[in-house]
């Protein structure tokens, strides 16, 4: 069984959003024609308290993409955003969220990031979708939104791991780039076995 995967298509991520992704919003026209192919819909959420420890203004004399070392690794710094019940953190406005049957929210827990949709950034702490995807008999996720090379990227690499297959849809999702790392996220999910496919192919 399959099931469509829809990462953080939120306000804060596309165009005029404290962490746009360029062009973000592009890929919701695309991600509205494919929730109609799919029986199981399920979105996550970017979902932070203020304050955040991955938030740049958290640090003293820290600059938003500078990294510091904390206890599960490197930690990329980011502008506050997707802050709880704020505009920001709200899914944008033209996606349709109406059949949606489960919300994953990340990054809540004020100490530690989240970009997989399966484990917080010390890849310990799940999220539970693991164990829903398995109780619902899904072995196929086919995962769209932002962005490619972190949230979309660490789902994949982390739900192939989990024993899903692990579909890309090209054309519905969309990347940061920090100094090459959007490259080097499609090498690293082809590499680990994500399959890649586009709208097209799907709806034909």
């Known amino acids: 069984m399959k099931a469509l995967l829809i990462v953080d298509i939120q306000n804060d991520f596309c165009p005029g959003g404290a ?24 979105q996550t959420q970017d979902w932070h308290p203020a304050g955040h420890s991955s938030f740049a203004s958290s640090h003293e004399e820290k600059n938003p993409y500078e990294t510091i070392e904390v206890y599960y690794g490197t930690q990329i710094l980011w502008p506050d955003h997707c802050v709880q019940g704020t505009e920001g953190a709200d899914f944008h406005p033209d996606l349709n969220t109406k059949k949606t049957q489960v919300i994953i929210r990340k990054g809540f827990r004020k100490a530690i990031d989240s970009y997989s949709t399966f484990f917080e950034n010390d890849q310990k702490t799940t999220t539970g979708l693991t164990g829903y995807l398995k109780q619902r008999r899904i072995t196929d996720l086919y995962i769209v939104g932002l962005a ?26 969309q990347g940061i780039d920090l100094e090459g790392s959007l490259d080097a996220a499609w090498i690293e999910m082809k590499e680990k076995g994500a399959k890649i496919t586009t709208s097209d192919q799907l709806l034909s």
Request: hydrophobic share 50%; aromatic share 8%.
């Open 148 to 173: 490619t090379d972190f949230c979309v990227k660490w789902s994949v690499l982390d739900g192939i791991d989990e024993g899903f297959t692990m579909h890309v849809v090209e054309d519905a999702v």
């Open 19 to 42: 962490l746009a992704v360029p062009n973000g919003d592009t890929v919701v026209p695309i991600v509205n024609k494919l929730i109609d192919r799919f029986d199981v819909v399920i």
